[in-house]
């Protein structure tokens, strides 16, 4: 929970030092949109509602108003939707001038109900599942991402060819190198701390050019929102100081690909009590966590659109480069999809390393959680743990290859929607699918390249 105030932000506003107030929703991308609120108009009305159009939740990368959604449409009228702000979500934003933001839930215009797709919604539901179960779920995501010695403008320039990166080699856990990058690293972690969302660290990650930056655990929902913040702010940092930095899964093929790892373990409602943990248990898992563990594996399939949106997201699966090809879990191997990690201590957790930079936070941790909840509310056995290097492992269960695989397995999935309703389901895979369509429609330039003066 944040520590700014709806009452210290007007006391900011009236002695002058905050002006503006964003207003944001977290679309389906994990973006955030909205609108930037005088902030004497902001504290006086609109801190109760604002609005927006409904095409927001239904569009793609682009902002394409795209065909096929039930939500809205043409023929509907691209109505409006009624953004709540959440209080709770407040933040003073250091790096923007006399700034700070909130969060806004979004409703249906006419009916007043929480719109069921909308990325908040959907955590929020899985969230209140657990409360009932006297569980609350706290995570922990990894941004990892590219920084580039140039600015976004100059790379739009060159068409995105020959982008120079600010290092030359591989930098994990390099200091050298990462001292060279602290205009942009530094300012991140400090501005991101002042603003009231506690970084643990930030590292040079295993390629040319890739970082990373941890931040604290905290309950789902806020994790989820501070990831979307963060993401955010990592843009709008770099650009200040003339860099460019993207959260592209796969940006290069000779590169790694950049990684959003999710730790996840439940406790009591009261965050006093860590539920998967047993000292009497193998490894110190308790029977809830192997229930849980069993959960996402048994659905990993179906949750895999959730953890790699894009067609791009499945280019980053490659053997020998951190990125998970096989759906299984082990202890401490950085070669599973699913890492048990704090084994036999209080911090027992699952990483799921699947997910990719590309991630919708809000998205991601609502599917996990309810291949999780599925995996205890039906008492699903947890199967041996796979040992060695999973790379080249045989006949065990893989990752999704192919987007259009993970729209499958997503299409058919009881499991979601049972846990997040049929129109949310159908509005996700008419995305993916558009995201396909897409990608076979649209010329490009690798075909270009190949092509030109051969075909």
Known sequence: ?????????????????????????????????????????????????????????????????????????WEKGYGDYTLKPDLSTLHRVPWLEGTALVLCDAYDH???????????????????????????????????????DQSFEAAR?????????VSPYNEDYHIFQTTKEEEVMRAIRNNLQAAGIPIENSKGEASAGQVELNVRYADALTMADRHAIIKNACKEIAWSKGKAVTFLAKWNYDAAGSSSHIHQSLWS???????FL????????????????????????????????????????????????????????????????????????????????????????????????????????????????AYGGKDIREVPKTLRDATDHLNGSKMLRGAFGDDVIDHYVRAAKWEQEEYDRRVTDWEVARGFERA
């Open 1 to 73: 929970m944040t520590t700014y105030t709806f009452d210290a932000l007007k006391k900011d506003v009236a002695e002058g030092r905050i002006d503006t107030v964003l207003a944001c929703l977290v679309d389906m991308q994990g973006r955030l949109m909205g609108k930037r609120f005088q902030a004497e108009f902001f504290v006086e009305s609109a801190y109760e509602e604002t609005h927006s159009c409904n095409y927001l939740l239904a569009t793609d990368m682009e902002m394409e108003t795209v065909p096929g959604y039930k939500s809205t449409s």
């Open 110 to 148: 006419h009916t007043h109900a929480e719109v069921a797709h909308s990325p908040r919604a959907l955590l929020k539901k899985q969230v209140a599942r657990l409360e009932a179960m006297g569980l609350k779920a706290f995570m922990a995501s990894e941004l990892e991402f590219f920084l580039f």
């Open 157 to 165: 320039a060159s068409g995105y060819r020959d982008l120079n990166l």
């Open 269 to 275: 409602l009261d965050g006093k009590t860590p539920m």
């Open 278 to 389: 047993d000292k009497n248990g193998e490894h110190g898992m308790s029977e809830m966590m192997r229930h849980y563990v069993a959960g996402l594996l048994a659905h990993a399939s179906e949750v895999t659109y959730f953890l790699a949106p894009y067609i791009n997201s499945y280019k980053r699966f490659m053997a020998g480069t951190f990125a998970p090809t096989k759906a299984i879990w082990s202890t401490d191997n950085r070669t599973a999809g699913y890492r048990l990690c704090g084994a036999d201590s209080k911090g027992i957790r699952i990483e799921c390393r699947v997910g990719g930079s590309d991630i919708n936070p809000h998205l991601a941790m609502a599917a996990l959680l309810a291949a999780g909840i599925d995996g205890i509310e039906n008492k699903l056995e947890l199967e041996p743990q796979f040992e060695g290097d």
